[in-house]
């Protein structure tokens, strides 16, 4: 089940794709570990129930709706007006860090992962056996597939890194990418409804 809601297109996949194409492998593999550790709390939140509590409320769930809509947006703004280039050439840890938050703070803002702890996970779990332990290996599990999942995107659309940054072209295709975020935004405020 975990491997195909992961290969069903969603903001995550989307986002990775671009960030990777247009900032390069590292920034990409900073982003999954950061989304990775997204899922890691949202698990734990579950096992305690604050998923369900977010998923129940429909001022929270708008809330973490609006606000990871917001983030794309403002992601994608600061793509757009951003005078850089679409590459650095001497990746720094700073940077690196950064895309590390992107990715932590696009999985805690995303109110479908959380549902999916709640609605899909506890299908699994026994009841004859301690749940607490149960939560927590079919939460890491499926962290594990979904990381995995991420790392071939961030490879395979790395890929096409060295490619895009060639040229003169890099001020035109940081717009594009800008685009392309902000239509993911509008796409998770769809999703999300």
């Given at each position: ?5 992961e290969l069903t297109p969603g903001p995550n996949m989307a986002w990775l794709a671009l960030t990777s194409a ?61 005078e850089t280039e679409t590459s650095d050439p001497a990746m720094d840890h700073s940077r690196l860090v950064d ?69 003169d072209c890099q001020h035109l295709i940081r717009r594009i990418f800008a685009v392309m975020i902000a239509l ?10």
């Amino acid at each position: 089940m975990a491997l195909l809601i992961e290969l069903t297109p969603g903001p995550n996949m989307a986002w990775l794709a671009l960030t990777s194409a247009s900032k390069g492998r590292e920034s990409g593999f900073a982003a999954v570990a950061g989304i990775a550790l997204g899922l890691v709390l949202l698990g734990g939140a579950s096992a305690f129930g604050l998923s369900e509590l977010a998923t129940s409320s429909p001022i929270i769930f708008s809330f973490l709706r609006y606000a990871g809509v917001g983030y794309l947006l403002w992601l994608a703004w600061t793509t757009w007006s951003s005078e850089t280039e679409t590459s650095d050439p001497a990746m720094d840890h700073s940077r690196l860090v950064d895309w590390f938050r992107h990715g932590l703070l696009l999985n805690l803002l995303n109110p479908k992962a959380a549902i999916f702890f709640i609605a899909v996970l506890p299908a699994y779990i026994d009841t004859g056996f301690p749940v607490g332990p149960q939560t927590i290996l079919l939460s890491f599990s499926y962290v594990g597939i979904a990381t995995v999942i991420h790392l071939v995107i961030v490879i395979l659309a790395g890929s096409a890194h060295d490619w895009l940054t060639q040229g003169d072209c890099q001020h035109l295709i940081r717009r594009i990418f800008a685009v392309m975020i902000a239509l993911i935004a509008l796409w998770f405020l769809r999703s999300t409804a």
